[in-house]
């Protein structure tokens, strides 16, 4: 794929994803590392869990690009997850162009704390968006099921 056809003002938003874009999340999911092995039952299961969705698509085939999505409590806690771009539209600025959607969206924008998760090397792009990793006391937990 040319950089002329990279041009993110032709993709469109849409909050919520049809039977076959979520086939399209999935398989973004199956190229990276912390999504690998998703199942389309359970992407489904988690989509209607509720919370913003952020879908970049590009018109031209129908092809999802990139995605997020955010749980939130409304006030004080929201937790933004999956964020990914498909790797033929990285180093667009596309990553940029979803993560400023995200926090400019009503639903979150004032929401207390903003929360994700990341590799270090991620740290950087997130810290534009006034994430930080110094969060003194506090410690990432998990139990898994």
């Known amino acids: ?18 039977d076959h874009q979520v086939d399209q999340l999935v398989e973004l999911f199956q190229a990276e590392w912390w999504t690998k092995g998703r199942t389309k039952t359970d992407v489904v299961k988690a989509l ?10 590009d018109p031209d085939g ?9 749980m939130t ?3 004080y806690k929201a937790m933004i997850f999956d964020i990914i771009v498909k790797s033929t539209w990285r180093n667009t600025g596309l990553g940029g162009l979803l993560m400023e959607t995200v926090m400019n969206d009503p639903a979150l924008a004032n ?14 792009f997130y810290q534009k968006w006034g994430f930080t990793d110094e969060l003194t006391g506090l410690y990432f937990m998990r139990k898994s099921a």
Do not use: Q, W
């Open 73 to 75: 409590d409304g006030v």
């Open 62 to 70: 129908d092809e999802l690009v990139a995605f997020a999505r955010a």
């Open 48 to 57: 209607a869990s509720g919370g913003p969705v952020f879908a970049f698509i």
């Open 1 to 18: 794929m040319n950089k002329i056809t990279l041009d993110k003002s032709r993709l469109r938003l849409h909050r919520s994803l049809n």
């Open 111 to 124: 929401i207390k704390h903003r929360e994700l998760y990341c590799l270090a090397e991620m740290v950087p």
